[in-house]
């Protein structure tokens, strides 16, 4: 019986060249089934390219890319769900037909997409708008309607790019609490977002490129590791604030100015702080004070920025 860990897509020694630029540049990754695997980068950093060769829109020059998914050496329209960045919804037709229609493209039988997809309108608090055309929609629910799409026919392998965009948090939460409920339900996920708070809370594993290159991947704990990333105080300091007296303590690896009272202070990694909270208390009025691990976004500038 497979396991959450079988290997489902192994990508080996990936290239892509457009012209004279290197989009993605041997690349080595594997996707486990039931995982959310998250591909992190920044504009143009080659994901795009990354998530078009898996979807076999466009070729590698170099390198392999194996499913295990379905009985072919591709996965079948039924196996796969793709939702992209950009706005892939007929406009003059209604929710309810978009969803069937996309359904029976997959293999769905047509009552079958029907019940499903009103499943998914009701879920997504769409109901009301069954029959008026999609460019009636704001954008957040035609974010909701191609979400969906991608997911009506229960695939076993679901790209989501971009997945976040234009929701409100509340919706944010649930396309969270359903991602989580489709890989407890055997759906492997490849995610990519923008929203780093939200990576932080559904990513199995990560893995983070910069001009088609691996700069860090693993768990999020693996990668505070590999990052060296310490520990950071938030303070609230009142007063003339001196930094100089914090700068230079041996167990500061930088400060961050929020404002005139507020600042951030990067902890060096597998370095004590109690000193460091005596001389705050000995020549700094301190407000208030919260400590906590770096966050994936903090990871994120640094990683890129030593990188670049």
Do not use: C
């Not at 069937?100 to 998914?120: D, L, Q």
């Not at 991602?179 to 893995?207: F, K, P, Y």
């Not at 109690?274 to 691990?293: A, C, K, M, P, R």
Request: glycine content about 8%; charged content about 20%.
């Amino acid at each position: 019986m497979e396991s959450m860990y079988d290997t489902v897509v192994t990508v080996t020694n990936i290239e892509k060249y457009f012209a004279t630029v290197k989009a993605v540049d041997k690349l080595n990754f594997s996707i486990r089934k039931g995982e959310v695997f998250t591909l992190l980068g920044p504009n143009g950093a080659g994901k795009t390219s990354m998530v078009r060769m898996l979807l076999n829109i466009i070729r590698p020059d170099r390198g392999t890319i194996q499913y295990k998914i379905g009985s072919n050496s591709f996965p079948s329209p039924s196996d796969i769900g793709y939702l992209p960045e950009e706005r892939g919804l007929y406009q003059d037709i209604s929710v309810l037909k978009t969803l069937r229609y996309f359904g029976i493209i997959r293999g769905m039988e047509r009552k079958h997409a029907e019940e499903k997809a009103m499943y998914w309108i009701e879920r997504l608090g769409l109901k009301e708008r069954i029959h008026e055309k999609i460019q009636s929609l704001s954008k957040g629910n035609q974010q909701k309607v191609q979400f969906i799409a991608s997911i009506l026919h229960a695939p076993s392998f679901a790209i989501l790019d971009e997945p976040f965009s234009g929701l409100d948090p509340i919706n944010q939460d649930l396309f969270t609490q359903i991602i989580r409920e489709l890989t407890g339900n055997g759906t492997t996920v490849l995610l990519s977002a923008h929203q780093m708070q939200l990576v932080e809370r559904i990513a199995d594993r990560i893995l983070l490129i910069n001009k088609g290159r691996e700069v860090l991947s693993g768990t999020l704990d693996q990668i505070r590791r590999l990052s060296d990333a310490g520990t950071k105080l938030t303070i609230n300091l009142d007063g003339t604030v001196d930094l100089s007296k914090l700068s230079n303590h041996p167990s500061v690896q930088n400060i961050e100015s929020i404002n005139a009272t507020n600042y951030v202070i990067y902890i060096k990694p597998d370095t004590g702080y109690g000193d460091l909270l005596t001389t705050l208390g000995t020549h700094f009025n301190v407000q208030s004070i919260h400590s906590g691990h770096m966050s994936l976004h903090d990871i994120f500038i640094k990683a890129i920025g030593t990188h670049e």
